[in-house]
């Protein structure tokens, strides 16, 4: 029982995060917002630091997953490219956003402690090296730039997105960039 109350204030703690911003962050408000009894997250996390910490390598250990054999698509084509960032998208826009804005608004807040935060940046290294041995895979010339472009690309349209139009189809301007990448 332990094990699920430390995973429903994580939970909550995220999802928090997502909708409200870091400065919402409190162990009370993590609490309150996954119906666990006062003083339950502040048993497993002491203090404000050790909660951050423990939300980072949730969100890291979560989508660790996300890229397990198996749990990402085979892409062998320019046009599965195309559609398997769409899909991430709408996923990290869709299920996943409380997750993708909980995340953006750590990489903001943890930006000058590289110890906290560095489960966030070795999650988002290993996300880059996949998407690079993808780009290789496909023969696009120059992978490390062409990498980079795709990753500022899709956290670009994510943040416009989640912020700005909801309703944003990406991908014509994912289409437009691979294509271009790939020619």
Known sequence: MPAVTRERALEAAVELLGAEGVRA???????ERAGLPAGSTSNWFRTRRAL???????????????????????????????????????????????????????FLELADDPELGEPLRR???????????????????????????????????LLHRLTVDPELDMRPAIARAVRALAS
Not at 25 to 31: E, I, M, N, P
């Open 123 to 157: 999650q988002r290294r290993e996300f880059e090296r996949w998407t690079e041995r993808i780009v290789i895979a496909l023969g696009i010339a120059d992978p490390v730039p062409a990498t980079r472009a795709l990753m500022a690309l899709g956290d670009g349209l």
């Open 25 to 31: 962050l409190s162990h009370a408000r993590v609490d």
């Open 52 to 106: 951050l910490s423990g939300i980072v390598d949730w969100i890291a250990e979560r989508e660790r997953a996300d890229l397990e054999p198996g749990a990402m698509p085979t892409i062998s084509g320019i046009d599965e490219l195309i559609e398997g960032m769409c899909v991430m998208a709408d996923l990290q826009t869709g299920p996943f956003a409380a997750r993708t804005r909980a995340r953006y608004a750590l």
